[in-house]
């Protein structure tokens, strides 16, 4: 009979940075870029419409921002539940900064502040981005 004693269990184990991707390779992972690849054009995006004093357009961002997130959740419905915990997580972080940019621009029109809030949703989809595999993250 075997001993089961010295099994660890997946949950056991801490997810750090790029952990996951040493264990096993992604299930999607040209959804998983292509996703990624959006959050990471939407902080540019934004940060252009900032520079030329269009506010008013950071709202049609969020959205964008929006679609790349669900697609995101898409691309990784099959990966392991702790994965999923810790880039859901992640994500609502971005989601809700993202929002916080575009009330900025649509409501305050105050420049300064929205990209204040750009920089902290720059730093959020970082975050994002480096709980994947490098092969899957977008050239910055």
Do not use: Y
Request: glycine share 4%; with cysteine; hydrophobic share 45%.
């Amino acid at each position: 009979s075997r001993d089961w004693s010295s099994d660890v269990c997946s949950s056991d184990l801490a997810l750090t940075p790029n952990a996951f991707a040493a264990d096993a390779p992604l299930k999607s992972p040209a959804q998983v870029k292509k996703a990624l690849g959006t959050l990471n054009r939407v902080v540019g995006h934004m940060g252009r419409l900032i520079d030329a004093k269009n506010l008013d357009r950071l709202s049609h961002e969020n959205e964008e921002l929006a679609e790349g997130a669900e697609a995101l959740e898409k691309a990784i419905a099959n990966e392991p539940a702790d994965f999923k915990t810790k880039v859901g997580a992640l994500v609502k972080k971005a989601e809700a900064q993202s929002n916080e940019v575009a009330r900025i621009g649509s409501k305050e029109h105050d420049e300064a502040k929205a990209r204040a809030a750009l920089a902290t949703l720059g730093a959020n989809v970082k975050e994002v981005v480096a709980v994947f595999p490098a092969d899957v993250q977008p050239a910055q």
